[in-house]
């Protein structure tokens, strides 16, 4: 899932090109309480990239924040990460 300040057509032209549900009209507030960065000097009401790996009890196995465009987690690592972590012993 991806959220997304946008709202409309805005939103739905990023959740056109994804395959995962995309929420819209994130607030200031919602930002904060994922602890993401909000805005930039450019783009002062645009929340900053935050993501996550959730499992499915809820429990945040992995988190990453950036300050901006850059510092997105990789698809590809992330697979990784999913594998090496379901091959662990239980």
């Given at each position: 899932?991806?959220?997304?300040?946008?709202?409309?057509?805005?939103?739905?032209?990023?959740?056109?090109?994804?395959?995962?549900e995309v929420a819209e009209g994130v607030t200031r507030e919602q930002a904060n309480q994922l602890?993401?960065?909000?805005?930039?000097?450019?783009?002062?009401?645009?929340?900053?990239?935050?993501?996550?790996?959730?499992?499915?009890?809820?429990?945040?196995?992995?988190?990453?924040?950036?300050?901006?465009?850059?510092?997105?987690?990789?698809?590809?690592?992330?697979?990784?990460?999913?594998?090496?972590?379901?091959?662990?012993?239980?």
């Amino acid at each position: 899932m991806a959220g997304s300040v946008d709202t409309g057509d805005a939103s739905r032209e990023v959740a056109d090109e994804v395959s995962f549900e995309v929420a819209e009209g994130v607030t200031r507030e919602q930002a904060n309480q994922l602890g993401a960065w909000y805005g930039d000097a450019r783009h002062p009401e645009m929340i900053q990239p935050s993501e996550f790996l959730v499992k499915a009890d809820g429990k945040v196995m992995m988190s990453s924040y950036s300050a901006g465009p850059l510092g997105r987690i990789n698809p590809d690592d992330l697979i990784k990460v999913i594998n090496f972590l379901e091959s662990l012993p239980k």
